[in-house]
């Protein structure tokens, strides 16, 4: 793992902020995850941009700049040699912190097979931000890993509409058409770009869902930053569809991996 704090790579043992910093004490900071396709940075501009949005949502005002940490991040990724890389921005009031190490892809069998899911009643604590402070969605993703899944699919314990997953977002599909929610939600950047190329076809629809509802739909998926879209076969035991993935996340699926992949 190559590491940047506040502008030098350093050591991994090295690699320290205060143990005063906010950003320890409270968790307040936010982060980014990116990624390389080829040895090129999939849209950083848009994820930067988010990461000031989650910075305005709590209040923070950081002293890095967006133009100081898009050269940070380009100057930490010269220093490695990976074609597929996972880039982490952490962003605090006075501390900037860069990790790029390997990434490591998914077994193609998630992407041919699909994956299974569960639902996990909650939300994350401030939808539109992306922060340290959110415990809440590492343990419900811890969940998932424990029940044998891979993605827990959080849901609103008082009218049981979908949100979205742990770490992704979420799509399902109906009669061919592909729909999402807009409601509180951390907009992906993966899911954006879905959107993107839906367009191109037929436009998706924004309305909210009922877990039962849910799988109950003709094709469900996921998106992530690291996965890209995730067919989801199962949910809390109930099989999706055809219990396989669906010609229209095929189609969407085919659609990324020519945009990221050129093939």
């Not at 205060?18 to 900071?29: R, T």
């Not at 996921?222 to 879209?229: D, M, W, Y």
Request: net charge positive; proline share 3%; glycine share 6%.
């Amino acid at each position: 793992m190559i590491i940047n704090v506040d502008g030098k790579i350093t050591d991994e043992t090295k690699a320290c902020i205060p143990v005063v910093s906010e950003a320890f004490l409270y968790g307040f900071a936010v982060f980014e995850t990116v990624r390389t396709y080829n040895k090129k940075i999939f849209r950083l501009d848009d994820h930067l941009a988010r990461l000031f949005v989650s910075a305005d949502v709590i209040g923070l005002k950081s002293k890095w700049t967006f133009k100081k940490i898009y050269q940070i991040i380009v100057d930490t990724l010269a220093e490695s040699k990976y074609k597929n890389a996972k880039i982490r921005i952490i962003l605090s009031k006075k501390h900037l912190v860069v990790t790029v190490e390997s990434l490591k892809e998914k077994p193609e069998s998630f992407y041919k097979k699909g994956v299974k899911a569960i639902s996990y009643q909650g939300r994350r604590n401030s939808p539109r931000a992306k922060t340290l402070a959110d415990s809440f969605l590492y343990l419900a993703h811890q969940h998932a890993k424990s029940c044998g899944v891979y993605e827990a699919i959080l849901v609103d314990p008082r009218k049981f509409y979908v949100r979205e997953g742990s770490y992704s977002n979420i799509f399902w599909v109906n009669g061919r058409h592909l729909y999402a929610t807009n409601k509180n939600i951390l907009f992906g950047i993966t899911r954006d770009t879905v959107i993107e190329l839906a367009q191109l076809d037929s436009p998706c629809d924004f309305e909210g869902i009922k877990i039962k509802s849910l799988m109950s739909a003709d094709e469900v998926f996921i998106t992530q930053t690291t996965s890209g879209i995730l067919p989801v076969v199962q949910i809390d035991g109930h099989k999706i569809g055809t219990g396989k993935p669906g010609p229209v996340t095929k189609k969407m699926m085919k659609a990324f991996d020519k945009l990221v992949w050129g093939k």
